[in-house]
């Protein structure tokens, strides 16, 4: 058996014709299919099925119980939690082969999908949005947006750090943990880079 710089559980199958970085970890009962491509530093718990075509960026964390279908990009530094779930068709039927419909699903760099969250297939995940556990994203996120509900609404911003920011009048808020600063105009949220 060829030497591999990564770690894959012994219950782990891992297909012929995929990539896997550097760093690494594959644990208990995950699948990866060929044709997949999974970045450095990345950590696949346990029961996870990454299928073809799937692209994972560098140090993407993917909880237990979690599918990614063919379609889904997920950048560098996307959390997956526990049981989320992603689709890819619209109108699936079991006695219709839709293979050619798949739909891309993209979850921007930075990004938290919290447990048991459904991506409807088609959408953008915007950088460092966070997705509350049980959402139901049926449309794109803005960056930095806070989403919660079935389906999901904005309901506030995040930092990077994963903390809710507070704005004040003049549309400043402060990451507790961090001390960056972010602006808030016109619906949008940038971290202020002086």
Known sequence: MAEHNYFAHETAVIDEGCQIGEG???WHFSHVMTGAVIGKKCNLGQNVVVSPQVILGDNVKV?????IYTGVICEDDVFLGPSM?????INPRSAVVRHDQYQKTLVRKGASIGANATI???????EYAFIGAGAVVNKD????SLVVGNPAR?????SEYG???????EGIAVCPESGERYLLRDKKVVKITD
């Open 24 to 26: 690494t970890k594959i």
């Open 163 to 169: 903390h809710r920011l507070h704005f004040n009048e």
């Open 141 to 144: 996120v803005r960056p930095y």
């Open 63 to 67: 909880q237990n119980n979690v599918s």
């Open 154 to 158: 904005h309901i506030g911003w995040m």
């Open 85 to 89: 779930v992603f689709t890819n068709v």
């Open 120 to 126: 409807i297939c088609g959408n953008t995940i915007g």
